[in-house]
């Protein structure tokens, strides 16, 4: 366009090689922390709490990273590390907006080692125009439901 912004999703069709090695437990749970952690605020788990001040007068809810910082982050380590579907659900739950949840698995889905157990994160969105903006970012063949046509709906 001659003026405004122009956003591109792009997301590599190539699918984790058979036998990728996924992140161990210990190292999901403490990128998980991470991200926990930073939108701890952002939760409104201490939002009431005025009392919590940092150097510089502010409270500690304004200064709290918002999901966009967190899907930054994500964006520059998804090319390197492959999830499993249980993992995908858990980063999944970080995301409070269900727009910053489509964002995060749109970087992630085709890092995902065990794509047939797609079932375990797909509940997260199971409004219909959720997955229809999902099968548009993905492309309609990449988000196709390959292993439990069942519960799938396409209108």
């Given at each position: 366009p001659e003026a405004g912004k122009l956003d591109f999703d792009y997301s590599s069709s190539r699918r984790p090689p058979r036998g990728a090695v996924v992140l161990d437990a210990e190292t999901f749970q403490r990128m998980l922390i991470a991200l926990q952690d930073q939108n701890f605020y952002k939760k409104g788990i201490a939002s009431?709490?005025?009392t919590l001040k940092s150097n510089e007068g502010r409270s500690m809810h304004e200064e709290?990273?918002?999901?966009?910082?967190?899907?930054?982050?994500?964006r520059?380590?998804?090319?390197?590390?492959?999830?499993?579907a249980l993992q995908t659900r858990?980063?999944?739950e970080c995301f409070l907006e269900e727009s910053d949840r489509e964002d995060c698995l749109v970087t992630l889905f085709n890092r995902i080692a065990d794509l047939h157990n797609e079932k375990v994160f797909s509940v997260r969105f199971a409004d219909g125009e959720q997955v229809n903006r999902l099968r548009?970012?993905?492309?309609?063949?990449?988000?196709?439901?390959?292993?439990?046509l069942e519960q799938a709906n396409f209108a």
């Open positions: 009431t709490d005025s709290a990273k918002l999901p966009r910082d967190d899907m930054q982050a994500l520059m380590v998804a090319h390197l590390i492959h999830l499993t858990a980063l999944l548009k970012r993905l492309g309609t063949l990449v988000f196709f439901p390959w292993i439990q």
